[in-house]
């Protein structure tokens, strides 16, 4: 200890003394040390005693928060969650079970409060952006909600990223069909069946249901015939496909498939309206498949059903008329009362419905032409056929026999866009395959 | 007197009227304990005490940080096995707990601990000023005990003080045990004070500050790199069981995007004004009075104030009670709404107004931190309502919120900026620190001059420094005495006898230059004694004593020219610029004048 040497030189005595003094200084020090340790092992058996219990207590509020939420008692929840966070700061199942809890508690506020925050020490969290999707769902704040759902779609996703994308952006969809939002929904659901797994029947079965309720029924069937590549068997694909097929008009598959789902054993489980439904419609594809008077049918078959579909135009065009020279109302007006009264079960009514909110554009039609003049143009159209129409006189002039065709499909639709949708089934189901005769037996 | 003089005892010190239990048992504790230092230690071991104090810097720092984290497991403890790990409203032991506490804390306060009442800064204060550093273990073991009892039981106080003086007190003990001297005893407190207080923040920084800012005044070399040291190792051992983590989470806080967003800041400094003022006027009104009234009831005192804060907690607020450092963190992950903030709020300047006049041991740190943070949430979260395009997140009002009422209500401005750099870790806070903070110290400074602790030591019959003064006091220079070289200037190499007749009649001093730029002041009655003594022809340098007058400069202070004009009657003042050139004199009178007349 060198600090120790004196300037000035010491006497013995002062030399005695200043070596107590080193020893005493020497031993100070020692003991000071000692004391340190000993407090530094009495501080770490109390902190490490503490934090344990901490510990305990955390995840004992954490359990009885969880509990809470699942039995459906979100208040009794956030206590405990919160309870749960004081004791461990900073821990993230915690956080997050929390603003669950005050979301299902009603405490938007707070939830989007705290979910905020999550996504701001965490941005691009993927949990987070949709937990405040949905509280921005449930606030109505639809711009924020969309995104939030965006975010989602796009953030980070721990664990099977591709599957919580895609329940994200499923999620996301449901929400723009509640919304009214048919286009922006169509192409999420493109994009999602894209991106799905041939194998993941779930989600794809999904996706084509909100197809269907996208008002895409062109898409939903093209889903459901890929998936029944991969299962043949698949009944809710049967079913959608017969369905989808139904309202794109290619009846000839719907008749199929519809026909494959009401023999199929899952169908005996289906709802009974659903289940009359399936039948009404598979009915109603065989009725439409044998007035259709199909090019490849033979030229006896085809004039038979010519000559049907002649007769029930000219009894459509002829109440039509009939109509309009009693009435000067239109007789569309009849048409959404009926529609209204009509069950949506019924695929007829559907179809006249949908024929109603989108009238018919015909080869004659213009917008200057009244109402009256296209009936009047349909009928000198007629008489300018002959007044009798055999078999033979079908049979022999196919130049005949496509006019017929195309006299009887002009009369469906001008009638249609005149007088309302057909009430009669014959009718509305001519008017269908007026609509798109090709399609009709399409596979 | 010099470090080699005996300590006074504290006893001879402490002569304010007895008027207080508090100052009563001060002078009889302080008569106790100290056994001078032998004088010849100086002589024995020159460098002694310096070389020690760089070792016992260390061993302070690291045994405060393990009292500060004992401490703070203590009331954790002591809240869990009382209050229970979860506290909340309707719960009748959040009446019942406070109550008892304040009951035995009260007692221990008045029969075992006099010491110990108190936030600690104004004690650790009066220990450096009034008792040589001293500040006995009781008083440390009655701190540690009765503030872990109150804050564990739920008084609205912090441990941050109390860790304070903790710190102070282990190193006045084992400063005594050393027997270092007396200037060294007076040193070691506020190194102990800082360790304490960077244990107990885990902030050293801040710490440091807080000690320089309020507890000695001034920026002193000599102690410094030991406070610097001390902080660092109590930091060391706090984070060594806590975690690097700051005593807050604070979220990411986006810089400021907008100028325009400092006007959002400028509230918050008007709001945080505000209630520094009303904080201060509550327990500048409170305490006092409750002082006044018969000395029993000071044993009911805490248990009432702790009944009526566990009212708060019982009927709404259990956030208020303790330290409450959970709500802060919830304020600053916006958990909460604006409403029940600014009620957050308000109830925690009521409730630590109760809980501190009461007597109570605890500090004031944590609830003002609490306070602010909870106004500055309110206010931000308020602002982004009513402006959704505002940029800053809550947690940036909350942090600034805590430095605005630490700066306008502990009155400590550099603290207070450091403290919210150091708390969010984020440096691009610092505009609307700087901005929200001088508003509210502005504000706070305009309607009560007089800072918290000042009222607070003179509320307790004290009489110690005020460091808000201190900083403020415009210091005198020797520029401000200077006088125009209004009296002979001779060369040293001329001769006695050329020199004498040189003199008019009347001169009394005159200044003599030197062949090597340093200056002589002469009398004419040391010229007459050095003529007597030689020839005329000689030299007048070869007669000069060996010592010569100091070098002084205009800027600097004027108290740097007393201890020199008791041997020299004349003092140049030489250009720093062109060194042996002279800007003026000073002489005693004109020193004496100037002071004169600044005091008038």
Redesign the interface.
């Known amino acids: 200890m060198a600090f120790l040497h004196p300037k000035t030189p010491l006497s013995t005595g002062e030399r005695l003394e200043r070596r107590h003094l080193l020893v005493s200084d020497t031993l100070s020090l020692t003991i000071l040390a000692v004391i340190t340790v000993a407090l530094a092992l009495v501080t770490n058996a109390i902190f490490q005693s503490y934090a344990s219990h901490q510990t305990y207590l955390s995840r004992r509020w954490l359990t009885r928060g969880v509990s809470s939420l699942h039995q459906n008692d979100p208040q009794a929840a956030v206590y405990a969650l919160h309870s749960a966070l004081a004791l461990a700061p900073g821990d993230r199942t915690i956080e997050m079970q929390l603003a669950e809890a005050l979301a299902s508690a009603g405490r938007l506020q707070e939830a989007a409060a705290y979910f905020n925050t999550l996504a701001e020490s965490e941005p691009g969290e993927g949990v987070i952006e949709i937990q405040l999707a949905r509280l921005a769902v449930r606030e109505g704040n639809v711009a924020q909600a969309l995104e939030y759902y965006r975010r989602a779609i796009d953030g980070d996703w721990k664990g099977n990223g591709a599957v919580r994308r895609r329940e994200a952006r499923l999620e996301m969809v449901g929400f723009l069909l509640d919304q009214g939002r048919y286009a922006q929904a169509r192409n999420e659901l493109l994009v999602a069946a894209g991106n799905a797994p041939e194998d993941d029947t779930a989600d794809l079965l999904k996706i084509g249901q909100l197809m269907e309720k996208a008002q895409s029924p062109a898409d939903a069937f093209n889903l459901y015939k890929s998936l029944l590549e991969h299962r043949p068997s698949l009944f809710e694909a049967v079913d959608g496909a017969g369905r989808t097929a139904f309202q794109v008009g290619h009846f000839a598959e719907a008749a199929r498939y519809l026909q494959r789902a009401v023999s199929d054993p899952e169908a005996a489980r289906l709802p009974d309206k659903e289940s009359e439904a399936l039948r009404n419609m598979l009915s109603q594809s065989r009725r439409l498949l044998l007035l259709y008077p199909s090019p490849q049918l033979s030229l006896h078959d085809r004039g038979i059903r010519i000559l049907a579909d002649r007769r029930i135009a000219q009894d459509r065009l002829a109440s039509c008329l009939a109509a309009q020279t009693t009435s000067n109302e239109p007789a569309v007006s009849s048409a959404p009362a009926a529609s209204q009264t009509g069950e949506s079960l019924n695929p007829l009514k559907n179809l006249a419905r949908r024929f109603e909110h989108h009238p018919v554009e015909t080869a004659d039609s213009s917008p200057a032409t009244s109402p009256a003049d296209k009936l009047r143009a349909i009928q000198a159209r007629w008489k300018q056929l002959p007044a009798k129409v055999t078999l033979s006189s079908l049979a022999n002039t196919p130049a005949l026999a496509s006019t017929q065709i195309q006299l009887i499909y002009d009369t469906e639709r001008v009638t249609a866009e005149v007088c309302g949708p057909p009430t009669e089934e014959d009718d509305v189901l001519l008017l269908k395959i007026a609509q798109a005769p090709d399609a009709v037996d399409q596979e | 007197m010099t470090g080699n003089d005996p300590a006074v005892s504290p006893k001879e010190l402490l002569e304010p009227p007895a008027i207080d239990a508090e100052v009563a048992a001060a002078k009889q504790e302080a008569a106790r304990p100290y056994t001078p230092h032998r004088p010849?230690?100086h002589?024995?071991?020159?460098?002694?005490d310096?070389?020690?104090f760089l070792?016992?810097s260390i061993?302070i720092g690291?045994?405060s940080g393990?009292?500060a984290?004992?401490f703070r497991?203590?009331i954790?403890?002591f809240q869990?096995l009382t209050l229970g790990?979860?506290p909340?409203p309707g719960q009748l032991r959040l009446l019942i707990v406070p109550m008892v506490a304040g009951a035995v804390v009260g007692a221990l306060v008045q029969i075992v601990f006099p010491l110990a009442r108190g936030s600690g800064v104004n004690q650790t204060k009066a220990a450096l000023y009034i008792f040589n550093g001293f500040i006995s273990f009781k008083t440390v073991i009655g701190k540690f005990i009765t503030a872990a009892m109150a804050i564990g039981g739920g008084f609205s106080l912090g441990p941050e003080d109390p860790s304070l003086q903790i710190g102070a007190g282990v190193a006045s003990m084992?400063s005594r045990?050393?027997r270092l001297s007396r200037e060294r005893l007076r040193l070691f407190a506020p190194i102990g004070a800082a360790a304490g207080l960077a244990a107990a923040f885990n902030a050293p920084i801040s710490a440091i500050l807080f000690v320089v800012e309020e507890v000695i005044g001034r920026w002193s070399a000599a102690v410094l790199g030991s406070i610097v040291l001390a902080a660092f190792s109590s930091v060391v051992?706090a984070r060594w069981?806590g975690g690097p983590?700051p005593l807050f989470?604070i979220?990411?806080i986006t810089p400021l995007r907008d100028p325009r967003e400092l006007i959002a800041y400028a509230v918050l400094g008007v709001v945080g004004g505000v209630a520094a003022l009303i904080f201060s006027k509550a327990l500048g009104y409170l305490r006092p009075w409750l002082r006044s009234l018969p000395r029993w009831t000071r044993y009911c005192q805490p248990p009432l104030a702790g009944l009526m804060v566990g009212a708060i907690g019982y009927f709404g607020a259990p956030q208020v009670m303790g330290a409450g450092y959970?709500a802060i963190?919830?304020a600053m992950?916006?958990?909460?709404?604006w409403k029940f903030l600014l009620v957050l709020g308000l109830l925690k300047i009521l409730a630590t107004t109760l809980s501190f006049s009461s007597g109570t041991p605890g500090g004031m740190f944590a609830p003002t931190l609490f306070a602010g943070a909870m106004l500055g949430a309110s206010v931000g979260t308020f602002e982004k309502l009513l402006f959704p395009h505002l940029s800053i997140?809550?947690?940036g009002y909350a942090t600034v919120g805590m430095g605005v009422l630490f700066a306008g209500f502990l009155r400590a401005p550099l603290t207070s900026v450091f403290m919210a750099m150091e708390l969010s870790g984020n440096y691009s806070i610092v505009l609307p620190v700087i901005l929200a903070n001088t508003i509210a110290y502005l504000i706070s400074r305009s309607f009560q001059p007089v800072p918290i602790f000042e009222t607070l030591t003179v509320q307790d019959g004290l009489d110690l420094p005020s460091m808000e003064e201190q900083r403020e006091e415009s210091i005198l220079h020797l520029e401000d005495a200077l006088l125009p070289v209004n009296i002979p200037v001779v060369a040293g190499r001329d001769s006695v006898g050329k020199i004498a007749s040189s003199l008019a009649p009347n001169t009394t001093s005159f200044l003599i230059k030197l062949w090597d730029g340093s200056w002589y002041s002469m009398t004419r009655e040391e010229l007459t004694g050095i003529a007597a003594l030689c020839t005329p022809e000689t030299l007048l340098d070869t007669m000069l004593k060996p010592d010569r007058t100091p070098t002084l400069f205009p800027d600097l202070p004027l108290d740097s020219a007393i201890p020199y004009l008791a041997r020299w009657p004349v003092l140049p003042i030489q250009n720093r610029a062109a060194k042996g050139t002279l800007n003026g004199i000073v002489t005693l009178n004109d020193v004496i004048q100037r002071y004169q007349n600044q005091v008038g």
């Open positions: 010849d230690i002589k024995l071991a020159p460098n002694r310096e070389r020690l070792v016992l061993f690291v045994i393990l009292l984290v004992c497991v203590s954790n403890w869990v790990s979860a909340r084992i045990r050393l051992v069981f983590e989470r979220p990411a959970g963190d919830q992950h916006g958990q909460f709404t997140p809550v947690a």
